[in-house]
């Protein structure tokens, strides 16, 4: 538990409500995974427009379970607000969708869902 995500934060405001707790993981697997592929859609078209979007949406998420990627995402984030054609945000890429998609399966096993 608590390997790829932490919880502190989410406790914190969930005031130790394991049933609000719950809830929230709930919704971090249900539209975090789904904002990524989104996001990954988006970089790999040049869409800077919905790459900016995806990642803006996400950024709460990913700083209250502290995936260790906010920076990346934030990089990933101004390549789409900043329409930055030049630059390559495939790396801090990676490592968001590589965070995402470890902190869902250890949700889901850990949460049961």
């Known amino acids: 538990m608590e ?3 932490k919880l502190s934060r989410v406790k914190d405001l969930a005031d130790n409500d394991m049933d609000f707790i ?3 993981a709930e919704a ?5 995974p789904e904002d990524a ?3 990954k859609k988006a970089v790999a078209e040049s869409d800077y427009y919905n790459t900016y979007q995806a990642a803006h949406k996400m950024k709460p998420t990913i700083d209250l379970f502290e995936l ?3 920076q990346d995402l934030i ?9 930055r054609a030049g630059e390559d945000c495939s790396r801090e890429l990676e490592l968001v969708l ?3 998609e ?12």
């Open 3 to 5: 390997q790829h995500y």
């Open 22 to 24: 719950q809830a929230i």
């Open 28 to 32: 971090f697997i249900e539209e975090v």
């Open 37 to 39: 592929e989104r996001l």
């Open 68 to 70: 260790g990627v906010l």
């Open 75 to 83: 990089v990933v984030q101004d390549w789409g607000k900043f329409e």
């Open 98 to 100: 590589t965070a995402v």
């Open 102 to 113: 470890r902190a869902s399966a250890e949700l889901k096993e850990d949460f049961n869902l």
